[in-house]
């Protein structure tokens, strides 16, 4: 475990000791950028959190893209989904992951915004491969009641006359706060960085 553990760090090129808050800024960043691309990083599937005024609603997402320049993070989606309905009435929401190899935890705090049948929905659906595509094409809203399920696998997707562009969402999450932790035997390190005010602020905080 910790000879995987080490050549994790290696290949993020990730510090073994965090001494000054830039370090946390630039792991974080570095763990979010693999886990864009690379499909077997515990980052890759990150949680995301959403409430509608009465409930919160966490599912599994997965990372599609990040720009650390901007902040961003895409995610996709079926449009009939119930977090769309939920992220109309609150565009807020909450990102969570964590990877025991690396003892690492990100937590974000962000707005969403939504794109349906748009250039950003257009250029992620052409990106996107056609088994990932497929998903799109199921004829009912994602979480609808149903009697018998294998009526809605994949070998029933009618793909010629059924457009699953239509129902494809593309959600960009705009981080505006992150919390770094980091496990350690010897000294927990924890941060925090925040960008709601429009400048950069970090400090440190109690494991």
């Given at each position: 475990?910790?000879?995987?553990k080490?050549k994790?760090?290696?290949?993020?090129d990730?510090p073994?000791?965090?001494?000054?808050?830039?370090?946390?800024?630039?792991?974080?960043?570095?763990?979010?950028?693999d886990?864009s691309?690379?499909r077997?990083?515990?980052?890759?599937?990150?949680t995301?959190s959403?409430?509608?005024g009465?409930r919160?609603?966490i599912?599994?997402?997965?990372?599609?893209?990040f720009?650390?320049?901007?902040?961003l993070i895409r995610f996709h989606?079926?449009?009939?989904s119930?977090?769309?309905?939920?992220l109309k009435?609150?565009?807020?929401?909450?990102?969570?992951?964590?990877?025991p190899?690396?003892?690492?935890?990100?937590?974000?705090?962000g707005k969403?915004?939504?794109?349906?049948?748009?250039?950003?929905?257009?250029g992620?659906?052409?990106?996107?491969k056609?088994?990932?595509?497929?998903?799109?094409?199921?004829g009912?809203?994602?979480g609808?009641?149903?009697?018998?399920p294998t009526e809605?696998e994949p070998?029933?997707?009618?793909?010629?006359?059924?457009?699953?562009f239509?129902n494809f969402?593309v959600?960009?999450?705009?981080?505006?706060s992150m919390?770094?932790l980091?496990?350690?035997k010897s000294g927990?390190?924890?941060?925090?960085?925040?960008?709601s005010?429009?400048?950069?602020?970090?400090s440190?905080?109690?494991?």
């Amino acid at each position: 475990m910790i000879e995987k553990k080490h050549k994790r760090l290696e290949l993020l090129d990730l510090p073994a000791e965090y001494s000054n808050l830039d370090q946390t800024l630039n792991s974080a960043f570095k763990i979010l950028e693999d886990a864009s691309k690379n499909r077997r990083s515990l980052f890759h599937t990150p949680t995301l959190s959403t409430f509608d005024g009465n409930r919160v609603s966490i599912r599994t997402m997965v990372l599609r893209e990040f720009d650390p320049d901007k902040r961003l993070i895409r995610f996709h989606t079926d449009y009939r989904s119930i977090k769309i309905q939920q992220l109309k009435k609150d565009s807020h929401g909450a990102v969570h992951g964590y990877d025991p190899s690396l003892k690492i935890q990100i937590r974000l705090d962000g707005k969403i915004n939504l794109h349906h049948k748009d250039e950003i929905t257009k250029g992620s659906w052409e990106l996107s491969k056609d088994m990932s595509k497929e998903c799109y094409f199921v004829g009912g809203p994602p979480g609808s009641k149903i009697d018998d399920p294998t009526e809605y696998e994949p070998s029933t997707f009618n793909l010629k006359t059924f457009n699953g562009f239509d129902n494809f969402c593309v959600i960009v999450f705009e981080i505006e706060s992150m919390e770094f932790l980091y496990l350690k035997k010897s000294g927990h390190r924890r941060a925090i960085h925040n960008w709601s005010t429009g400048e950069h602020q970090a400090s440190w905080l109690i494991p």
